[in-house]
């Protein structure tokens, strides 16, 4: 696999935990279309994904639709259009949801066709449920002093408590550029927006924020689209303090293409975004790539003791060069969190993680004879090794660089078994065996 060590992090006056990039997938077919697919959200238990997309079936221009899974290894389920009264035949931008579900921030415009009610020139409105097995109701335009001079691409933190908006509202450094609007509770006013400042935006426009679900980290997407943007994050050591200076993300993750439009996964291990590079299936597509924190802290190229005396010696205190728990990102404490990710990254010596995300699933059936494999990367693999066949022990039958397999065209109405197993190096992480059965057919 082919992986990009974030470089910004060791500084002076501050060391932070580095962290690999993983390479960049696209989420196919079953999720992306042959229209435009941006602006994922995904949901605090990491099951559901709320995607905007012009494809056919919607009402406006852009409306929003409902991805889902059973569990975070499985493969997300074709997209269905959100009910309620959310989508109209005005558009919807971006959406963002609180950590308990029961809200959901939106903005129209500009771009296209404003909502009744607003000024027209792009603004921030709140849907709202009293539980997540209901729809959405009516959305409801946020107070004037957060609409009171364009407002879109809205972000709530989980908390409910800091809102970020993109505007071009007078004040601004650049184009267009990033606010923060705070309240005390859920059920105070908003104060005003301030704007993040010279740290985060610049002359050109910076839009799309996305704030992690600790809200120690900011990430958007800066650039004239649609082939001019690219992501960036921001750091801050606590939610009182103002944001570092931001970094672009590194090549492989940013493209000479558009990418935008970005969501942290709340565990921290990935990034999902919207991107029209290569590869994809429609104009933009919903991609996602890794995180992976690296635990060699000493850099002597394996995790052992040595490295847990590095942790150990901060325990309960605030270290970021060994805070590396919750995955990726840490959250400004050494505690059982970080021993946990050392654990895991202790247990398997330096070999890779598992392979995950089996396409076909685990378990499914009907699936075309012509089907190819695909399978999301364990991280630090560099190789991966198909197991495939109708029975045990399962033939290796190829080994790949890249994660997908097309194998020979197979008998319909027959369960098949395959299995990844990971190779770098350091040695190999034998992975689960998965099975689907193909479609029905006469069988001669």
């Not at 997309?53 to 569990?71: E, Y």
């Not at 649609?226 to 103002?242: E, F, V, Y």
Request: hydrophobic share 35%.
């Amino acid at each position: 696999m082919i992986a990009f060590i974030d470089a910004f992090v060791i500084s002076a006056e501050q060391a932070k935990a580095d962290f690999i990039w993983g390479t960049p997938t696209n989420l196919g077919p079953t999720v992306n279309s042959s229209r435009d697919d941006f602006g994922p959200e995904i949901s605090a238990d990491g099951l559901v994904m709320y995607i905007g997309t012009d494809r056919p079936g919607g009402l406006g221009d852009t409306d929003v639709w409902v991805s889902t899974r059973q569990t975070k290894n499985d493969e997300w389920d074709s997209p269905v259009h959100l009910e309620g009264p959310l989508n109209t035949s005005y558009s919807i931008w971006e959406v963002s949801l609180t950590a308990d579900g029961l809200q959901l921030y939106c903005s129209d415009g500009p771009f296209s066709a404003t909502w009744p009610g607003g000024d027209g020139n792009g603004d921030v409105w709140v849907a709202s449920r009293s539980s997540t097995s209901e729809p959405f109701g009516v959305p409801v335009i946020l107070p004037g002093i957060i609409n009171s001079d364009h407002a879109a691409w809205a972000d709530i933190s989980p908390d409910g408590l800091e809102l970020y908006i993109t505007s071009h509202r007078a004040g601004s450094i650049g184009n267009c550029d990033i606010w923060m609007a705070k309240r005390a509770s859920k059920d105070s006013p908003w104060g005003s927006p301030v704007n993040l400042g010279s740290t985060v935006n610049s002359g050109p426009p910076d839009q799309t924020p996305d704030i992690s679900y600790d809200g120690l980290t900011l990430f958007w997407a800066k650039g004239q689209g649609p082939n001019g943007m690219d992501l960036w994050m921001a750091r801050r050591k606590d939610p009182s303090q103002p944001f570092e200076v931001g970094v672009r993300l590194p090549d492989g993750v940013n493209t000479a293409m558009g990418e935008f439009g970005s969501c942290l996964s709340p565990d921290g291990t990935v990034i999902y975004f919207s991107s029209n590079r290569a590869g994809g299936f429609g104009g933009f597509d919903i991609w996602q790539v890794s995180i992976t924190p690296i635990v060699d802290f000493n850099g002597d190229g394996i995790v052992n003791l040595k490295d847990f005396a590095g942790l150990a010696q901060y325990w309960k205190q605030n270290e970021a060069g060994v805070d590396i728990g919750p995955t990726p990102l840490g959250d400004g404490r050494i505690d059982y969190r970080d021993l946990a990710v050392f654990a895991e990254h202790f247990r398997l010596g330096g070999r890779p993680f598992p392979a995950s995300n089996p396409n076909p699933g685990d378990g499914s059936t009907g699936i075309s004879t012509t089907a190819f494999l695909s399978w999301t990367a364990g991280d630090r693999a560099e190789s991966h090794e198909v197991y495939f066949g109708t029975g045990y022990p399962l033939p290796l039958v190829s080994t790949e660089t890249d994660t997908t397999y097309a194998p020979p065209v197979m008998a319909k109405t027959t369960t098949y078994y395959w299995r990844i197993d990971e190779v770098n190096s350091k040695g190999k992480t034998t992975g689960e065996t998965w099975s689907f059965i193909t479609e029905t057919g006469i069988v001669w």
